[in-house]
Structure formats: structure tokens, C-alpha cells
């Protein structure tokens, strides 16, 4: 199983990027995505994520309205677009998959909750926004 993200780099604050997740050695259609972020001496921040079918999305509060998560299911793909950037987003940057069926999410339990575990990990890409 592999989870490669890519798409980082150094951007100016109010500036864009997007992030890509590609998945392989797992049925990838089946999994949930979700995205993650840790910037040094900061606890790590669950950011995004997305059902298997992409019918469900869900943010963290301090990127709604600027981050929009999206997946390809053929091309083993989810994306994370982030606009309007500023220097507290800055963090390395990782996507983990796991298979919890999205049809047993509840109002209090989805991939973005915090009693939710994720099967799969892969490495990070690092966001810097700075001036």
C-alpha cells in the first residue's frame, strides 16, 4: 500500500496550490481520504476529507471556505485545492485512506472525527506560505 502526496511547496500568502494524493496496492474507490497537516511544535491537525463515493466532504474550521477536496476514483486520485493562504497553513502536509463504509457515518462520526482511525498513511509534502 502506498500514499504518495506531491503539489507542496513555498507559495505567498493569498496565494493557491493543490495537493494531490495518488493511492496504489489498495482498492482506492473503497477507501475514505482524508488530509492531514503538522507544523513543528503544533499538534497534528486533521484538515479534510472525502467518502469513497466523494458524496461526502468535510473541513476543519480553520480551512472551510478556502480548501475544496475532490478525488478521481479512475485516476486513483484525491486533490486538495487551497486558496487564500497565509503563513499559519504552513505545515507538512499528508494523506492516509482507510475502507470504513461512508454509509455508516453519522452527524458525530466521519472521516474527519477524531475517534476516526485511519488504516493507511504515506509520507508528506511540505506547504510553506511565507512573503
Known amino acids: 500500500v502506498q500514499l504518495q502526496a506531491s503539489g507542496g511547496g513555498l507559495v505567498q500568502p493569498g496565494g493557491s496550490l493543490r495537493l494531490s494524493c495518488v493511492g496504489s496496492?489498495?482498492?482506492?474507490?473503497?477507501?475514505?481520504i482524508g488530509w492531514f497537516r503538522q507544523a513543528p511544535g503544533k499538534e497534528r491537525e486533521r484538515v479534510s476529507c472525502?467518502?469513497?463515493?466523494?458524496?461526502?466532504?468535510y473541513y476543519a474550521d480553520s480551512v472551510k471556505g478556502r480548501f475544496k477536496i475532490s478525488r478521481e476514483n479512475a485516476k486513483n486520485t484525491v486533490y486538495l485545492q487551497m486558496n487564500s493562504l497565509n503563513p499559519e497553513d504552513t505545515a507538512d502536509y499528508y494523506c492516509a485512506a482507510d475502507p470504513y463504509p461512508e454509509g455508516y457515518y453519522t452527524g458525530s462520526f466521519h472521516c474527519l472525527s477524531p475517534r476516526y482511525q485511519y488504516r493507511y498513511r504515506g509520507q508528506g509534502t511540505q506547504v510553506t506560505v511565507s512573503s
Open positions: 496496492g489498495f482498492t482506492f474507490e473503497n477507501h475514505a
Open positions: 472525502i467518502s469513497q463515493s466523494g458524496g461526502d466532504t
